[in-house]
Nanobody, 114 residues
C-alpha cells in the first residue's frame, strides 16, 4: 500500500556531499516518524537519522555534525543532507516511514571512495 521511493545515491569522493530524498505515497494513515537506516556489507542495519512530525531528530553518533535530516510533511518526503563523507559511510541507505505499520524503501547505494 505505502510505497517509498529513494533517490540521490551515487559515488562520491571522501569529503564530498550527497543529498538523499525519499517520497512516500499511498498512506491511509498519517505518518509519524520518517528516517534513514543503512546497511554496510557484512554489518547490521543501523539507524542513521530520524525525524518526527513535530521536528524532533535523532542521529547516529557516527554522523552527528555531518548529516542533517529534514522533512516536508505536506509532501510526505524526507531528506538527508550528507556532508564530509567518509569511506565508512559506504552502504545501502534505506528510507523508513512509520504509521500504524512500518514501511521500507528499496534502498539506494552510497559509495565513498577515491
Amino acid at each position: 500500500q505505502v510505497q517509498l521511493v529513494e533517490s540521490g545515491g551515487g559515488l562520491v569522493q571522501p569529503g564530498g556531499s550527497l543529498r538523499l530524498s525519499c517520497a512516500a505515497s499511498g498512506s491511509r494513515f498519517s505518518i509519524n516518524a520518517m528516517g534513514w537506516y543503512r546497511r554496510a556489507p557484512g554489518k547490521q542495519r543501523e539507524l542513521v537519522a530520524e525525524i518526527t512530525g513535530g521536528g524532533s531528530t535523532k542521529y547516529a553518533d557516527s554522523v552527528k555534525g555531518r548529516f542533517t535530516i529534514s522533512r516536508d510533511n505536506a509532501k510526505n518526503t524526507v531528506y538527508l543532507q550528507m556532508n564530509s563523507l567518509k569511506p565508512e559511510d559506504t552502504a545501502v541507505y534505506y528510507c523508513r516511514a512509520v504509521t500504524l505499520y512500518t514501511y521500507w524503501g528499496q534502498g539506494t547505494q552510497v559509495t565513498v571512495s577515491s
